[in-house]
């Protein structure tokens, strides 16, 4: 069925058939419109995939992501590599089109093989010397994350808010990645998280449409930790498959104490208490390895590096661009940091596993230093 789709990619005979697609030869119509059809007429519509991965020793971090904006006829995605802070990035642009089931953009090829169990994510031979294949099968049980708004009213008033959905979760990973030459396997026990998100605004379109509100470049930090019976994703508790905790369980706002490296103000280290649902509270220490992180911006989150493009915001011809930054460069990282993912150790009640802090650089240092409720500076 796949093959059948996707030999239509190509077809240019759908622009004559508009507003059907390939997807309306299939049963999964929700509305008397065509699935082409988005269900509003906002400009910054988006649907969103992202993935974030690492071997067992964080030698390589991986982080891949993708966007279709059918409003504006956009699809875009970006690779992310760092190898022993080597950070290579290939993005990469091109017209969205009537197939809304081709997910390639350029060498980036992700392929849904089985819904909510399994992904496969390929990077395809490129000038930036980067490339991957990867296999990421799901392990804990995926919830829908109800309609979040990013606002109490719309911004202008009188606009509907904008609203997020989708659902998250944590899987094994197994594979490779080839940075100019050399190859790292990622084995058995290499782990990752991905999500799959779609709505409204979300920083689509950069500060043109922002519509006077706050361009949206992310929260103020999450957390992205796999143990083994239970995993933190933001503020969530997701489960394995089979365990005997149904649903999830809620994180109520964490209380943060965090260190900072003094020229860049970039994370480096924190312990963090996250009060659950349960009663409990989960108390991490986070250890920041290296210069193992992936820099969004890199991913257009808040504008590329020296382009100045943010997600949904290209407008040109097909395209693909990329470049490697050398990490241990400090003016490289002031230059870069903006939402970050951070691979660091994390340990737990005697447990350590290798998962991802994020912040967004520097204003999680800003936010200890002015003392905002929940931040504090590492003693």
């Known amino acids: ?157 009188g606009r509907r808010n904008d609203v997020t959905a989708g659902f998250e979760g944590f899987g094994a990973v197994v594979g490779w990645v080839d940075i100019r030459g050399t190859r790292v396997e990622l084995p058995e026990g290499s782990m990752g998280t991905r999500d799959r998100h779609w709505g409204t605004g979300r920083g689509v379109g950069g500060p043109s449409l922002s519509l006077g509100g706050r361009l949206h470049v992310g929260v103020s930090g999450n957390a992205f930790v796999p143990f083994k019976t239970w995993t933190l994703w933001g503020d969530r508790v997701y489960y394995p498959f089979g365990h005997v905790q149904r649903g999830v369980t809620r994180v109520g706002k964490p209380t943060r104490w965090l260190r900072f490296e003094d020229e860049s103000q970039m994370f480096v280290e924190g312990v963090v208490e996250y009060p659950l649902a349960t009663g409990e509270t989960k108390r991490l220490h986070y250890a920041r390895i290296d210069q193992q992180t992936a820099y969004l911006r890199c991913g257009m989150y808040g504008g590329t590096p020296g382009g100045g493009i943010h997600q949904g915001s290209y407008d040109g011809p097909d395209m693909t661009e990329g470049e490697t930054y050398d990490l241990s460069e400090l003016r490289t990282r002031i230059g870069l940091r903006g939402l970050d993912e951070h691979l660091c150790r994390v340990t737990c009640e005697g447990t350590t596993a290798i998962g991802i802090y994020q912040t967004i650089d520097p204003v999680a240092y800003e936010a200890c230093m002015t003392g905002r409720p929940g931040w504090n500076l590492m003693e």
């Open 1 to 157: 069925m796949t093959n059948l789709i996707r030999s239509s990619a190509n077809d240019s005979h759908l622009d004559e058939q508009f507003p059907l697609s390939p997807l309306d030869d299939f049963m999964v119509h929700q509305t008397p419109d065509p699935v082409r059809i988005m269900w509003t007429g906002d400009p910054r519509a988006y649907e969103r995939y992202w993935m974030i991965c690492h071997d067992p020793t964080g030698e390589v971090m991986i982080a891949t992501g993708g966007s279709i904006y059918p409003n504006l006829d956009r699809a875009e995605a970006y690779a992310i590599v760092n190898h022993r802070g080597q950070h290579t990035t290939v993005r990469s642009f091109r017209r969205l089109g009537a197939d809304r089931t081709d997910m390639r953009v350029g060498p980036i090829a992700p392929v849904i093989v089985r819904g909510l169990r399994e992904w496969r994510y390929v990077l395809e031979p490129n000038e930036w010397g980067i490339s991957y294949d990867l296999s990421f099968l799901d392990t804990t049980r995926q919830i829908f994350r109800e309609p979040l708004s990013d606002s109490t009213h719309g911004t202008p008033p």
